[in-house]
């Protein structure tokens, strides 16, 4: 039985929290903390009871500083990081100082410039190594679960893969001309950055939402797919050696897009600080203010997402195809949790790896993505706590 620090108390750290506070046979006490406690403590006041001991505390986690005390203060056996990729860095540093495995469902990224890598967060593997503790990487969705699931398929029906297409679509509708399903300063960063896609050992850039397919899919029919960079390929591209082209799409709608090019066009998406009536402020951080919350968007959200992998390759020498891929409900998610399916489909994976962490399913010392162990565990608790996965041979999907 394990003590976890939850940092953070969004959209996705909700899912998170509720899912760890359900599976008392791993967990037994849960703190959870950020910057604003009020949050915190409704959760604490909800959970807390005889299966799991749930507390709160407040912390900001952009000082590595105030992190090691709370550590040192409670010493989990885990940090699961659910706050934003701005505080990967600290939270790390903190982690290593106090010996505690760490955990994050999204790449590391910097106020000051759009974009992200892994190698900022690899960079610290001798550093955990030498402090005997675990970081595992990217363990939410997209990142996370679509690595399981490409090596799921690398293990048990490839010898060789020679392309993965990750298909994120979703099929709801909250019913605003305009918002984003979590955090809308990281999500319009993301989407806004110039398009990439791995091929033949080197990178592609396409410019952003330039290239298209129409894909058919299960629960949610033809959606409009767009390629972008995400983080996964980095790390698909180094632990599949011998892959030829992977690349990520995600779907857009109509007015969706013409929203954000209205906005890109008066410089709101600028991540760059402009000075208003003395006081320096990014545009996107203001956007982020006006824009609905996405923790308001569940009990608004009908319809579901399907998110999955396309893997093409070789088995004794015959070519084949194989999809796997997941779909969840908004509505149930919302009924079970109170967030809706693009927070369910982040957190519970959360809850996953912390789970295989501190039983030592997955254990090594260093900095780790998913796809450096066996999938099949993740895969079998993928059904177990909320989002059964699907495979299809042989798929045609696209237009």
Not at 263 to 282: E, R, Y
């Amino acid at each position: 039985m394990s003590k976890v620090l939850v940092i953070g108390c969004g959209a996705v750290a909700s899912v998170a929290i509720q899912k760890i506070a359900q599976n008392h046979e791993v967990f037994k006490e849960m703190i959870i903390a950020s910057r604003t406690q009020s949050k915190c403590e409704d959760f604490a006041k909800k959970l807390n009871g005889p299966n799991i001991k749930v507390l709160s505390e407040h912390v900001d986690a952009d000082h590595v500083e105030n992190v090691v005390k709370l550590i040192e203060k409670y010493h989990p056996d885990i940090v699961v990081n659910v706050a934003l990729p701005y505080q990967n860095i600290p939270i790390m540093e903190a982690c290593i100082q106090t010996k505690t495995h760490y955990l994050d469902t999204a790449c590391a990224e910097v106020k000051e410039k759009a974009g992200f890598e892994y190698g900022t967060q690899w960079i610290y593997h001798e550093r955990f190594k030498k402090a005997g503790v675990m970081a595992l990487l990217g363990s939410g969705f997209d990142p996370g679960v679509t690595s399981v699931f490409s090596m799921y398929a690398k293990k048990h029906y490839f010898d060789t893969i020679d392309t993965i297409d990750i298909l994120d679509a979703n099929g709801g509708d909250h019913g605003y001309p305009f918002a984003t399903n979590f955090n809308p300063e990281i999500n319009i960063r993301e989407i806004t950055l110039p398009g990439r896609y791995y091929e033949q050992g080197s990178w592609k850039v396409v410019p952003a939402l330039s290239e298209k397919h129409v894909y058919e899919l299960d629960g949610i029919g033809p959606k409009d797919m767009y390629l972008m960079y995400h983080e996964e390929i980095e790390s698909l591209a180094k632990f599949i050696p011998e892959v030829k082209r992977i690349r990520f799409f995600m779907s857009f709608g109509e007015s969706y897009l013409m929203h954000l090019r209205a906005l890109q066009n008066v410089g709101m998406t600028s991540v760059k600080p402009i000075n208003f009536k003395g006081q320096q402020i990014a545009p996107i951080e203001f956007l982020r203010a006006v824009l609905p919350e996405p923790a308001s968007l569940g009990p608004r959200t009908k319809g579901k997402t399907n998110i999955g992998c396309i893997v093409s390759g070789t088995k004794h020498g015959e070519k084949k195809t194989y999809y796997v891929y997941n779909m969840c409900d908004h509505e149930a998610a919302y009924r079970e949790t109170g967030s809706q399916a693009i927070a369910y489909t982040t957190g519970v994976p959360a809850m996953i790896g912390a789970a295989l962490v501190v039983q030592g399913i997955w254990h090594g010392a260093g900095v780790f993505n998913m796809e450096e162990f066996d999938p099949d565990p993740f895969m079998d608790m993928l059904n177990k706590w909320g989002l059964p996965w699907n495979e299809n041979f042989n798929p045609v999907l696209v237009d």
